[in-house]
């Protein structure tokens, strides 16, 4: 069994011993080193990369979550005192604006259908100054105005259409929360 290499490494070893130095190693050693699993340098940094990506979705979202939760507390903020200024039901406003043909002449944010163009967008209402440019805007003022404009100023082109006292300051409380 000259050919088998298990009983001929020792020999040749023994004869030489420095065959066994890395200056020495064959092609066919090379070859064996290179069964391992290669080491992959870009492996350590593509892990940290998605840990990164997981990390900045987490903050994300969170910071996502907290602006929604904000805008939320603030819009909560703005009905409660809107509530406590004109004595109304903000929630009720909408469907008083629809019912009342308001939405027909004016353009009301968050009211379906309201794009009416006769009468100015009561977009920011809230932060107007005067109401019809005749009236400071009080929530007295403008409960007054929504239930007989005619009262407020004889010669304005909106229409007496009915509202009564209350729905008045639903409908005023609901656009104090137009800022
Ligand atoms: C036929 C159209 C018409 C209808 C219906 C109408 N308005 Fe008006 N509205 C006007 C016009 C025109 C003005 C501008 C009046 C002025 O400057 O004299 C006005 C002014 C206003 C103002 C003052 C806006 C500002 O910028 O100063 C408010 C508030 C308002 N309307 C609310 C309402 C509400 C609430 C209703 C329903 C209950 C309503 N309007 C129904 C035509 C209308």
Not at 98 to 125: D, K, Y
Not at 137 to 152: H, L, M
Not at 154 to 176: C, F, H
Request: hydrophobic share 40%.
């Amino acid at each position: 069994m000259s050919g088998d290499p298990e009983r001929e490494l020792p020999s040749a070893v023994q004869q030489d011993p420095a065959r066994l130095l890395p200056e020495h190693a064959s092609p066919a050693s090379e070859g064996v080193t290179t069964r391992y699993p290669p080491h992959h340098p870009a492996r350590a940094p593509r892990h940290s990369a998605k840990w990164l990506a997981a990390i900045l979705g987490v903050v994300a979202v969170y910071a996502i979550g907290m602006a929604i939760h904000d805008r939320w507390q603030e819009r909560e903020y703005h009905a409660a005192l809107a509530a406590r200024m004109t004595g109304g039901d903000p929630s009720r406003g909408p469907a008083l604006l629809r019912s009342f043909g308001c939405a027909q002449c004016h353009t009301i944010p968050g009211v379906t259908g309201a794009r009416g163009q006769v009468g100015p967008p009561l977009t920011g209402i809230a932060n107007r100054v005067y109401i019809a440019g005749v009236v400071t805007n009080t929530p007295e003022n403008i409960v007054r105005w929504i239930v007989d404009p005619k009262a407020v100023d004889s010669l304005t082109a909106m229409p007496v259409v009915g509202v009564s006292e209350t729905q008045a300051r639903d409908i005023a409380a609901y656009l104090y929360t137009l800022r």
